[in-house]
């Protein structure tokens, strides 16, 4: 079982950077794949970002491809997101969360979740 907390969130300008951070506790942190997911008010939470346990691959959404990037750091337990070139449409309330199938993960199907982070980017 792992438990994670987000944190890193807050108010940026359009076209500014957040780097959130989501810190994992128990002993098994590099066995999960990582991810990011947000959910906007009013909107279904969605996919934004995934990486495997090595920190090789990575997967993104889209719409944020080229200016978001998710990394790992298996010592420290943490699981980051830096969002560059951050847009209006990007505010929402960011989740880490962990899975051991990236096929569950990348859809959202985990009991684990973080408490989220509020990301608010003004226009």
């Known amino acids: 079982q792992v438990q994670l907390v987000e944190s890193g969130g807050g108010l940026v300008q359009a076209g500014g950077s957040l780097r959130l951070s989501c810190a994992a506790s128990?002993?098994?942190?590099?066995?999960?794949?990582m991810g990011w997911f947000r959910q906007a008010p009013g909107k279904e939470r969605q996919f934004v970002a995934a990486?495997?346990?090595?920190?090789?691959?990575?997967y993104y959404a889209d719409s944020v491809k080229g200016r978001f990037t998710i990394s790992r750091d298996n010592a420290k337990n943490t699981v980051y997101l830096q969002m560059n070139s951050l847009k209006p449409e990007d505010t929402a309330v960011y989740y880490c969360?962990?899975?051991?199938?990236?096929?569950?993960?990348?859809?959202?199907?985990?009991?684990?979740w973080g408490q989220g982070t509020q990301v608010t980017v003004s226009s």
């Open positions: 990486i495997n346990r090595s920190s090789g691959i990575t």
């Open positions: 969360a962990a899975e051991w199938s990236v096929g569950r993960l990348r859809v959202g199907n985990t009991d684990y």
């Open positions: 128990g002993r098994t942190f590099s066995s999960y794949y």
